[in-house]
């Protein structure tokens, strides 16, 4: 909540509970995701960078796909127009959020890439590599290699090396931590790491993005 919001609630908090009680009881038939994407677009209509933040990862968190994210934005032209739309993608660019860049939302090609040999992937625990460009971690996982984008799908920071112990990954921003094996969230977060279609050919890994 804003330091305005915040004040409002204390210096009026019986017309400010009117408020909230009205809008929890306004959104009580809308799922979860599809009302955070509503708040999405109107923290984008207000351009409060926090807001949309808040809002985004919220909607992710039940749900909601980066597409449906665009659709939304998109959907919501009349309101918003062209600027607010470009503004909130700067904004959403900026979270370096998995699954935001054009590749992954279908709308460029992707390429398999040459990842590492199939040697140099560990017994137990991962390996950081840099790809042309992108941070990955390979291990093997339950299904055999598995590769998966360094960035945490909380907030998009780019999980460290440092980030692997024994068969686990901890995103050190807020803790969240994942099963190396499966990409599960196993701790305070609820999103998988993002997993790229892996295989091996002539015993290097390759990796789909
Ligand atoms: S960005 Fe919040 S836990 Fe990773």
Redesign the pocket.
């Known amino acids: 909540m804003s330091d305005a919001l915040n004040f409002l609630v204390k210096a009026r908090p019986e017309a400010m509970g009117h408020y909230f009680a009205f809008l929890k009881d306004a959104g009580k038939h809308l799922d979860p995701k599809t009302r955070n994407l509503i708040s999405v677009i109107t923290k984008v209509h207000a351009q409060t960078e926090r807001g949309l933040r808040q809002y985004l990862s919220r909607a992710l968190r039940e749900g909601a796909t980066p597409a449906e994210v665009v659709d939304a934005l998109l959907m919501a032209f009349p309101a918003l127009g062209l600027a607010r739309i470009v503004w909130a993608v700067d904004v959403i660019l900026a979270m370096n959020l998995p699954g935001f860049d054009p590749a992954a939302l279908g709308a460029a090609e992707g390429r398999w890439h040459d990842v590492l040999a199939q040697a140099e992937v560990p017994a137990t625990g991962a390996r950081r590599v840099e790809r042309d460009g992108k941070g990955v971690f390979v291990a093997n996982g339950d299904a055999g290699v598995v590769v998966y984008d360094s960035r945490?799908p909380?907030?998009?920071?780019d999980?460290p090396e440092l980030g692997i112990e024994g068969d686990r990954l901890t995103?050190p921003?807020?803790?969240?931590a994942f099963d190396i094996g499966s990409g599960a969230c196993v701790k305070?977060?609820d999103a998988p790491l993002r997993r790229y279609e892996a295989r091996i050919e002539d015993g290097r890994v390759l990796a789909f993005w």
């Open positions: 945490c909380h907030q998009g920071t999980i995103c921003k807020h803790g969240w305070n977060g």
